[in-house]
């Protein structure tokens, strides 16, 4: 399946000049949900995961059903202020902005393996700050999946040394 046929392109969105890749088409069709999943599962079985942290929102989606598959735990990365519990935070830019992501403090214990999965690389910045609150809280970065990349804005270059992977490149 060609899943890149399933998604939708929305010019300005968020704002002028941004071409928006939306996963939400995606994710609706139960073939190309299930060939996504089965994809990066396929890559991740050997891994041993212990957990899969997904960033918000897109990264709830991904994230649960591919912790599922691995029969791995599964870990929210939230905006500031969504978690009701005592948590660790690091701030990132995005292509259009800045913010924050916050995680469980006790939700990472040192030494877990730990699969970051998001739908868009873009500049990076989203994934570098999840992968410095896993790091903060003792696990370890087996991997980071994305569904889709945006090759020409240089995220995975901000994650060198990471083990990245995407199933679409535009």
Not at 9 to 37: M, N, Q, W, Y
Not at 73 to 99: I, M, N, Q, S
Not at 127 to 142: H, I, N, R, S
Request: one cysteine or more; aromatic letters at 6%; a negative charge.
């Amino acid at each position: 399946m060609n899943l890149k046929d399933t998604i939708r392109s929305v010019p300005d969105f968020p704002k002028k000049g941004i071409l928006f890749r939306d996963i939400t088409t995606l994710v609706k069709e139960p073939e190309a949900l299930h060939c996504l999943i089965d994809t990066f599962t396929a890559e991740l079985k050997d891994k041993k995961i212990d957990l899969v942290v997904g960033p918000e929102a897109r990264g709830f989606v991904l994230g649960s059903a591919l912790a599922y598959a691995l029969g791995a735990g599964f870990v929210l990365a939230r905006k500031p202020g969504k978690l009701p519990c005592k948590t660790l935070r690091h701030e990132y830019a995005l292509e259009y902005g800045t913010d924050a992501l916050e995680i469980d403090a006790e939700a990472i214990r040192p030494g877990m393996r730990i699969v970051i999965v998001d739908d868009l690389l873009a500049t990076g910045g989203t994934a570098l700050a999840t992968a410095k609150l896993v790091e903060q809280a003792g696990g370890e970065v087996a991997a980071i999946r994305f569904a889709m990349e945006l090759t020409d804005l240089g995220g995975r270059s901000v994650l060198e040394g990471y083990d990245v992977g995407a199933v679409i490149q535009y």
